[in-house]
Protein backbone atom coordinates (compact mmCIF):
# COMPACT_ATOMS: atom_id res chain seq x y z
CA UNK A 1 0.00 0.00 0.00
CA UNK A 2 2.77 2.39 1.27
CA UNK A 3 4.38 1.97 -2.54
CA UNK A 4 1.12 2.33 -4.46
CA UNK A 5 0.88 5.85 -2.34
CA UNK A 6 4.19 6.96 -3.42
CA UNK A 7 3.85 6.02 -6.67
CA UNK A 8 0.26 8.05 -6.97
CA UNK A 9 1.69 11.03 -4.90
CA UNK A 10 4.93 10.92 -7.35
CA UNK A 11 2.53 10.67 -10.35
CA UNK A 12 2.34 14.34 -12.05
CA UNK A 13 -0.66 16.35 -10.51
CA UNK A 14 -2.05 17.35 -13.27
CA UNK A 15 -2.85 13.82 -14.21
CA UNK A 16 -4.15 12.79 -10.77
CA UNK A 17 -6.67 16.04 -11.09
CA UNK A 18 -7.71 14.17 -14.41
CA UNK A 19 -8.44 11.06 -12.54
CA UNK A 20 -10.23 12.97 -10.16
CA UNK A 21 -12.57 14.30 -12.98
CA UNK A 22 -13.60 11.63 -14.50
CA UNK A 23 -14.25 9.80 -11.08
CA UNK A 24 -16.13 12.83 -9.83
CA UNK A 25 -18.40 12.20 -13.72
CA UNK A 26 -19.26 8.54 -13.06
CA UNK A 27 -20.23 9.16 -9.35
CA UNK A 28 -22.60 12.22 -10.85
CA UNK A 29 -23.65 10.02 -12.80
CA UNK A 30 -24.39 6.84 -10.94
CA UNK A 31 -25.19 7.81 -7.60
CA UNK A 32 -26.62 11.81 -8.14
CA UNK A 33 -27.89 11.40 -4.33
CA UNK A 34 -25.16 10.65 -2.68
CA UNK A 35 -24.63 14.17 -1.57
CA UNK A 36 -21.45 13.59 1.43
CA UNK A 37 -19.18 12.98 -1.77
CA UNK A 38 -19.78 16.91 -2.23
CA UNK A 39 -18.40 17.15 1.35
CA UNK A 40 -15.09 16.06 -0.20
CA UNK A 41 -14.86 19.35 -2.51
CA UNK A 42 -15.98 21.98 -0.05
CA UNK A 43 -13.15 20.73 2.59
CA UNK A 44 -10.79 20.79 -0.11
CA UNK A 45 -11.65 24.31 -0.87
CA UNK A 46 -12.11 25.30 3.01
CA UNK A 47 -8.71 23.53 3.31
CA UNK A 48 -6.83 25.84 0.63
CA UNK A 49 -8.94 29.48 1.57
CA UNK A 50 -7.69 28.83 4.97
CA UNK A 51 -4.13 28.57 4.23
CA UNK A 52 -3.68 31.15 1.63
CA UNK A 53 -3.76 34.07 3.48
CA UNK A 54 -1.32 33.04 5.79
CA UNK A 55 1.28 31.67 3.05
CA UNK A 56 0.20 35.10 1.59
CA UNK A 57 1.61 36.78 4.83
CA UNK A 58 4.20 34.89 5.26
CA UNK A 59 6.05 34.72 2.11
CA UNK A 60 5.59 38.22 1.72
CA UNK A 61 6.82 39.38 4.93
CA UNK A 62 9.86 36.92 4.43
CA UNK A 63 9.92 38.60 0.86
CA UNK A 64 10.81 42.03 2.03
CA UNK A 65 12.05 41.93 5.12
CA UNK A 66 15.54 39.32 3.57
CA UNK A 67 15.51 41.41 0.58
CA UNK A 68 18.70 42.59 -0.09
CA UNK A 69 19.50 46.45 -0.94
CA UNK A 70 20.13 46.56 -4.80
CA UNK A 71 18.23 43.29 -5.64
CA UNK A 72 16.12 43.50 -8.42
CA UNK A 73 12.91 42.44 -8.70
CA UNK A 74 10.10 42.99 -11.90
CA UNK A 75 7.12 44.32 -10.45
CA UNK A 76 7.22 47.40 -11.85
CA UNK A 77 6.74 44.95 -15.38
CA UNK A 78 4.45 43.15 -13.73
CA UNK A 79 2.40 45.95 -12.69
CA UNK A 80 2.17 47.20 -16.36
CA UNK A 81 1.51 43.68 -17.97
CA UNK A 82 -1.48 43.66 -14.96
CA UNK A 83 -2.22 46.70 -16.77
CA UNK A 84 -2.33 45.80 -20.25
CA UNK A 85 -3.68 42.86 -19.76
CA UNK A 86 -7.00 44.00 -18.11
CA UNK A 87 -7.40 46.61 -20.82
CA UNK A 88 -6.98 44.24 -23.65
CA UNK A 89 -9.60 41.94 -21.84
CA UNK A 90 -12.17 44.53 -21.54
CA UNK A 91 -11.62 45.61 -25.22
CA UNK A 92 -12.45 42.16 -26.27
CA UNK A 93 -15.39 41.55 -24.31
CA UNK A 94 -16.48 44.86 -25.90
CA UNK A 95 -15.49 43.99 -29.27
CA UNK A 96 -17.57 40.33 -28.85
CA UNK A 97 -20.15 41.45 -27.72
CA UNK A 98 -20.47 44.27 -30.58
CA UNK A 99 -20.29 41.50 -32.75
CA UNK A 100 -22.58 39.00 -31.21
CA UNK A 101 -25.00 41.34 -29.65
CA UNK A 102 -27.27 39.17 -27.18
CA UNK A 103 -30.59 39.99 -25.74
CA UNK A 104 -31.68 38.88 -22.43
CA UNK A 105 -35.51 37.53 -21.02
CA UNK A 106 -34.87 39.15 -17.74
CA UNK A 107 -37.28 37.69 -14.90
CA UNK A 108 -37.13 38.56 -11.25
CA UNK A 109 -34.79 41.16 -9.60
CA UNK A 110 -32.18 39.72 -7.44
CA UNK A 111 -32.90 41.63 -3.81
CA UNK A 112 -30.64 39.84 -1.27
CA UNK A 113 -27.42 41.37 -2.27
CA UNK A 114 -26.00 45.11 -2.20
CA UNK A 115 -23.20 45.93 -4.91
CA UNK A 116 -21.88 49.18 -4.88
CA UNK A 117 -23.79 51.73 -6.14
CA UNK A 118 -20.67 54.70 -7.47
CA UNK A 119 -16.70 54.57 -7.93
CA UNK A 120 -16.54 56.20 -4.49
CA UNK A 121 -18.06 53.61 -2.96
CA UNK A 122 -15.99 51.24 -4.38
CA UNK A 123 -12.55 53.09 -3.52
CA UNK A 124 -13.66 53.52 0.25
CA UNK A 125 -14.18 49.76 0.29
CA UNK A 126 -10.58 49.28 -0.74
CA UNK A 127 -9.15 52.21 1.40
CA UNK A 128 -10.96 49.93 4.45
CA UNK A 129 -9.72 47.08 3.07
CA UNK A 130 -5.73 48.55 3.44
CA UNK A 131 -6.04 49.50 7.27
CA UNK A 132 -8.18 46.63 8.47
CA UNK A 133 -6.84 45.23 11.29
CA UNK A 134 -4.55 42.08 10.73
CA UNK A 135 -6.37 39.82 12.59
CA UNK A 136 -9.20 40.31 10.55
CA UNK A 137 -7.79 40.56 7.45
CA UNK A 138 -6.50 37.17 7.87
CA UNK A 139 -9.80 35.75 9.02
CA UNK A 140 -11.76 37.04 6.58
CA UNK A 141 -9.11 36.76 3.25
CA UNK A 142 -8.99 40.27 2.91
CA UNK A 143 -6.12 40.38 0.79
CA UNK A 144 -5.11 43.69 0.53
CA UNK A 145 -5.11 44.23 3.69
CA UNK A 146 -2.97 41.42 4.37
CA UNK A 147 -0.37 42.55 1.54
CA UNK A 148 -0.48 46.18 3.51
CA UNK A 149 0.41 44.25 6.78
CA UNK A 150 3.12 42.47 5.25
CA UNK A 151 4.51 45.18 3.37
CA UNK A 152 4.70 47.33 6.34
CA UNK A 153 5.83 44.48 8.97
CA UNK A 154 8.03 43.38 5.96
CA UNK A 155 10.27 46.49 6.21
CA UNK A 156 10.17 47.04 10.11
CA UNK A 157 11.84 43.67 10.09
CA UNK A 158 14.70 44.74 7.59
CA UNK A 159 16.95 45.43 10.76
CA UNK A 160 15.94 43.08 12.60
CA UNK A 161 18.46 40.61 14.02
CA UNK A 162 19.38 37.70 12.16
CA UNK A 163 17.47 34.97 14.63
CA UNK A 164 14.49 36.82 14.09
CA UNK A 165 14.72 36.83 10.26
CA UNK A 166 15.70 32.64 10.50
CA UNK A 167 12.50 32.76 12.24
CA UNK A 168 10.81 34.41 9.53
CA UNK A 169 12.22 32.47 7.05
CA UNK A 170 11.57 28.78 9.00
CA UNK A 171 7.94 30.01 9.36
CA UNK A 172 7.35 30.31 5.85
CA UNK A 173 9.08 26.89 5.03
CA UNK A 174 6.99 25.19 7.59
CA UNK A 175 4.17 27.27 6.07
CA UNK A 176 4.71 26.13 2.55
CA UNK A 177 4.93 22.49 3.56
CA UNK A 178 1.39 22.30 5.03
CA UNK A 179 0.16 24.13 1.41
CA UNK A 180 2.19 21.04 -0.32
CA UNK A 181 0.04 18.91 1.47
CA UNK A 182 -3.45 20.49 1.00
CA UNK A 183 -2.65 20.46 -2.62
CA UNK A 184 -1.30 16.93 -2.87
CA UNK A 185 -5.08 16.23 -2.02
CA UNK A 186 -6.38 18.61 -4.78
CA UNK A 187 -7.91 15.25 -6.89
CA UNK A 188 -9.71 14.03 -4.01
CA UNK A 189 -11.38 17.25 -3.50
CA UNK A 190 -11.67 17.29 -7.09
CA UNK A 191 -13.94 14.19 -6.98
CA UNK A 192 -16.52 16.36 -4.94
CA UNK A 193 -16.47 19.96 -6.79
CA UNK A 194 -17.21 17.91 -10.11
CA UNK A 195 -19.51 15.19 -8.23
CA UNK A 196 -21.60 18.49 -6.36
CA UNK A 197 -21.50 20.32 -10.25
CA UNK A 198 -23.12 17.87 -12.04
CA UNK A 199 -25.30 16.35 -9.44
CA UNK A 200 -26.79 19.71 -8.56
CA UNK A 201 -27.27 21.31 -11.84
CA UNK A 202 -27.52 18.85 -14.83
CA UNK A 203 -25.58 18.69 -17.78
CA UNK A 204 -28.56 20.83 -19.51
CA UNK A 205 -28.74 23.11 -16.69
CA UNK A 206 -27.60 26.60 -18.26
CA UNK A 207 -29.01 25.74 -22.18
CA UNK A 208 -31.11 28.97 -21.91
CA UNK A 209 -28.05 31.08 -21.82
CA UNK A 210 -26.28 29.05 -24.52
CA UNK A 211 -25.38 32.05 -26.57
CA UNK A 212 -23.81 34.27 -23.47
CA UNK A 213 -21.95 31.34 -21.89
CA UNK A 214 -20.31 31.28 -25.66
CA UNK A 215 -19.61 34.42 -26.48
CA UNK A 216 -17.79 34.30 -22.30
CA UNK A 217 -15.77 31.56 -23.19
CA UNK A 218 -15.08 32.26 -26.55
CA UNK A 219 -13.76 35.94 -25.37
CA UNK A 220 -11.96 34.08 -22.57
CA UNK A 221 -10.31 31.81 -24.77
CA UNK A 222 -9.10 34.37 -27.12
CA UNK A 223 -6.97 36.11 -24.63
CA UNK A 224 -6.09 33.38 -23.08
CA UNK A 225 -4.94 31.37 -26.47
CA UNK A 226 -4.17 34.66 -28.21
CA UNK A 227 -3.82 38.12 -26.17
CA UNK A 228 -1.64 37.01 -23.30
CA UNK A 229 1.04 35.14 -25.96
CA UNK A 230 1.05 38.27 -27.96
CA UNK A 231 1.61 40.25 -24.70
CA UNK A 232 4.02 37.90 -23.85
CA UNK A 233 5.91 38.03 -27.39
CA UNK A 234 5.49 41.34 -27.49
CA UNK A 235 7.42 41.81 -23.76
CA UNK A 236 10.19 38.83 -24.54
CA UNK A 237 10.84 38.33 -27.91
CA UNK A 238 10.62 34.63 -27.65
CA UNK A 239 8.06 31.72 -27.98
CA UNK A 240 5.01 32.02 -25.85
CA UNK A 241 3.17 28.86 -25.82
CA UNK A 242 5.04 26.63 -24.24
CA UNK A 243 4.54 29.29 -20.85
CA UNK A 244 1.17 30.00 -21.41
CA UNK A 245 0.47 25.70 -22.00
CA UNK A 246 2.09 25.43 -18.65
CA UNK A 247 -0.12 27.85 -16.53
CA UNK A 248 -2.88 26.52 -18.31
CA UNK A 249 -2.25 23.37 -17.58
CA UNK A 250 -1.04 23.29 -13.48
CA UNK A 251 -2.55 26.81 -13.02
CA UNK A 252 -5.58 27.30 -14.92
CA UNK A 253 -7.69 23.68 -14.15
CA UNK A 254 -7.33 23.51 -10.87
CA UNK A 255 -8.72 27.17 -10.43
CA UNK A 256 -11.59 25.88 -13.05
CA UNK A 257 -12.58 23.81 -10.63
CA UNK A 258 -12.10 26.00 -6.95
CA UNK A 259 -13.31 29.28 -8.67
CA UNK A 260 -11.37 31.44 -6.59
CA UNK A 261 -8.20 33.21 -7.07
CA UNK A 262 -7.28 33.64 -3.34
CA UNK A 263 -7.72 29.52 -2.90
CA UNK A 264 -5.20 29.00 -6.62
CA UNK A 265 -2.48 31.21 -4.46
CA UNK A 266 -0.87 28.29 -2.84
CA UNK A 267 -0.64 26.76 -6.63
CA UNK A 268 0.11 29.84 -8.30
CA UNK A 269 3.18 29.93 -5.73
CA UNK A 270 4.34 26.35 -6.20
CA UNK A 271 4.33 26.90 -10.29
CA UNK A 272 6.33 29.87 -9.87
CA UNK A 273 9.15 28.09 -8.08
CA UNK A 274 9.07 25.38 -10.32
CA UNK A 275 9.40 28.25 -13.24
CA UNK A 276 12.43 28.71 -11.15
CA UNK A 277 11.09 32.79 -11.11
CA UNK A 278 12.74 35.37 -8.14
CA UNK A 279 10.78 34.82 -5.11
CA UNK A 280 11.21 38.02 -4.24
CA UNK A 281 9.26 38.80 -7.61
CA UNK A 282 6.47 36.33 -6.84
CA UNK A 283 5.79 36.22 -3.06
CA UNK A 284 4.49 39.72 -3.98
CA UNK A 285 3.44 39.18 -7.47
CA UNK A 286 1.21 36.39 -7.21
CA UNK A 287 -1.19 37.67 -4.42
CA UNK A 288 -1.00 41.01 -5.57
CA UNK A 289 -2.35 39.14 -9.18
CA UNK A 290 -4.97 37.39 -7.19
CA UNK A 291 -6.45 40.66 -6.19
CA UNK A 292 -6.40 43.34 -9.06
CA UNK A 293 -5.42 41.22 -12.29
CA UNK A 294 -9.19 40.97 -13.82
CA UNK A 295 -9.22 40.03 -17.43
CA UNK A 296 -11.68 37.47 -16.77
CA UNK A 297 -13.63 40.34 -14.84
CA UNK A 298 -13.27 42.60 -17.29
CA UNK A 299 -14.71 40.39 -19.76
CA UNK A 300 -17.35 39.49 -17.60
CA UNK A 301 -18.48 42.70 -16.61
CA UNK A 302 -18.37 44.56 -20.52
CA UNK A 303 -20.54 41.44 -22.13
CA UNK A 304 -23.33 41.53 -19.45
CA UNK A 305 -23.18 45.24 -19.33
CA UNK A 306 -23.62 45.59 -23.13
CA UNK A 307 -26.24 42.80 -22.85
CA UNK A 308 -28.42 45.05 -20.85
CA UNK A 309 -27.53 47.73 -22.92
CA UNK A 310 -28.88 45.46 -25.93
CA UNK A 311 -32.26 44.35 -23.71
CA UNK A 312 -32.97 47.94 -23.08
CA UNK A 313 -32.23 48.92 -26.91
CA UNK A 314 -29.81 51.98 -25.68
CA UNK A 315 -27.05 52.39 -28.35
CA UNK A 316 -23.02 52.45 -26.66
CA UNK A 317 -20.55 53.05 -28.70
CA UNK A 318 -17.25 51.59 -28.53
CA UNK A 319 -15.12 54.35 -27.24
CA UNK A 320 -18.25 54.31 -24.72
CA UNK A 321 -18.23 51.00 -24.26
CA UNK A 322 -13.92 50.79 -23.60
CA UNK A 323 -14.38 53.79 -20.83
CA UNK A 324 -17.14 52.16 -19.08
CA UNK A 325 -14.84 48.86 -18.83
CA UNK A 326 -11.63 50.61 -17.53
CA UNK A 327 -13.94 51.98 -14.51
CA UNK A 328 -15.22 48.99 -13.92
CA UNK A 329 -12.10 46.71 -13.97
CA UNK A 330 -10.13 49.19 -11.88
CA UNK A 331 -12.85 49.74 -9.56
CA UNK A 332 -12.73 45.70 -9.67
CA UNK A 333 -10.13 45.87 -6.60
CA UNK A 334 -11.95 47.24 -4.41
CA UNK A 335 -14.45 45.07 -4.49
CA UNK A 336 -12.55 41.54 -4.40
CA UNK A 337 -13.35 40.67 -0.81
CA UNK A 338 -17.07 40.67 -1.43
CA UNK A 339 -18.74 37.57 -2.64
CA UNK A 340 -19.61 37.43 -6.27
CA UNK A 341 -16.89 39.21 -7.42
CA UNK A 342 -17.61 40.97 -10.85
CA UNK A 343 -20.74 40.28 -11.28
CA UNK A 344 -21.34 43.25 -8.19
CA UNK A 345 -19.94 45.46 -10.56
CA UNK A 346 -22.24 45.18 -12.81
CA UNK A 347 -24.90 47.84 -11.54
CA UNK A 348 -22.23 50.15 -10.99
CA UNK A 349 -21.05 49.87 -14.60
CA UNK A 350 -24.93 49.72 -15.92
CA UNK A 351 -25.30 52.80 -14.04
CA UNK A 352 -22.79 54.77 -16.09
CA UNK A 353 -24.81 54.22 -19.10
CA UNK A 354 -28.14 54.91 -17.54
CA UNK A 355 -29.82 51.68 -16.93
CA UNK A 356 -31.99 51.50 -14.10
CA UNK A 357 -30.85 49.45 -11.13
CA UNK A 358 -33.72 47.16 -11.09
CA UNK A 359 -32.31 45.63 -14.11
CA UNK A 360 -28.65 45.28 -13.43
CA UNK A 361 -29.94 43.37 -10.53
CA UNK A 362 -31.70 40.82 -12.70
CA UNK A 363 -28.61 40.57 -14.88
CA UNK A 364 -26.74 40.60 -11.66
CA UNK A 365 -29.31 37.06 -10.96
CA UNK A 366 -28.45 35.75 -14.85
CA UNK A 367 -24.65 35.92 -14.21
CA UNK A 368 -25.70 33.79 -10.98
CA UNK A 369 -27.33 31.17 -13.17
CA UNK A 370 -24.26 31.17 -15.63
CA UNK A 371 -21.62 31.58 -13.01
CA UNK A 372 -21.06 27.45 -12.83
CA UNK A 373 -19.33 28.04 -16.23
CA UNK A 374 -18.30 31.41 -16.31
CA UNK A 375 -17.00 32.09 -12.85
CA UNK A 376 -15.04 29.07 -13.33
CA UNK A 377 -13.62 30.07 -16.91
CA UNK A 378 -12.85 33.64 -15.13
CA UNK A 379 -11.23 32.11 -12.69
CA UNK A 380 -8.77 30.08 -14.62
CA UNK A 381 -7.80 33.36 -17.00
CA UNK A 382 -7.43 35.49 -14.02
CA UNK A 383 -5.40 32.97 -12.20
CA UNK A 384 -3.31 31.48 -14.96
CA UNK A 385 -2.57 35.27 -15.91
CA UNK A 386 -1.22 36.00 -12.35
CA UNK A 387 1.91 33.52 -13.70
CA UNK A 388 1.79 34.35 -17.03
CA UNK A 389 2.84 37.79 -16.72
CA UNK A 390 5.32 37.10 -13.53
CA UNK A 391 7.04 34.86 -15.51
CA UNK A 392 6.56 37.44 -18.76
CA UNK A 393 8.07 40.03 -16.51
CA UNK A 394 11.13 37.87 -15.75
CA UNK A 395 11.97 36.92 -19.27
CA UNK A 396 11.65 40.12 -20.21
CA UNK A 397 14.44 42.11 -17.86
CA UNK A 398 16.39 39.34 -18.63
CA UNK A 399 15.99 40.06 -22.34
CA UNK A 400 16.87 43.70 -21.61
CA UNK A 401 19.63 42.65 -19.19
CA UNK A 402 21.34 40.54 -21.96
CA UNK A 403 21.14 43.43 -25.04
CA UNK A 404 23.31 45.30 -22.28
CA UNK A 405 26.03 43.33 -22.24
Known amino acids: MSKLIKKWNDSSLVGRIIVGIIIGVILAVVAPKASAIAMLGTLFISALKAVAPILVFVLVLQAISSHTAGTKTNMKTVLVLYAVGTLLAGTVGVIASKLF ?3 LTLKESVTDIAPPQNVWEVMQTLLQNIVANPVDA ?4 NYIGILAWAIVLGFAFKKANDSTKTF ?18 APIGIVGIVFDAISSNGFNALKEYGTLIIILVGSMLFIALVVNPL ?13 VFTT ?4 GITAFFTRSSGANIPINMRLSEKLGLNKDTYAVSIPLGATINMAGAAVTISVL ?15 TAIILMVVAAVSAAGASGVPGGSLLLIPLACGLIGIPADVAMQIIGVGYVISVVQDS ?5 NSSSDVVFTAAAEYANERKEAVKN
Not at 305 to 319: E, G, K, W
Open 168 to 185: INNSAEAVTKVVQWVISL
Open 101 to 103: PVK
Open 231 to 243: IVFVATRRNPYPL
Open 377 to 381: FETAL
Open 138 to 141: LLSA
Open 248 to 251: IKES
Open 305 to 319: TLSAAYTLNINVDIP
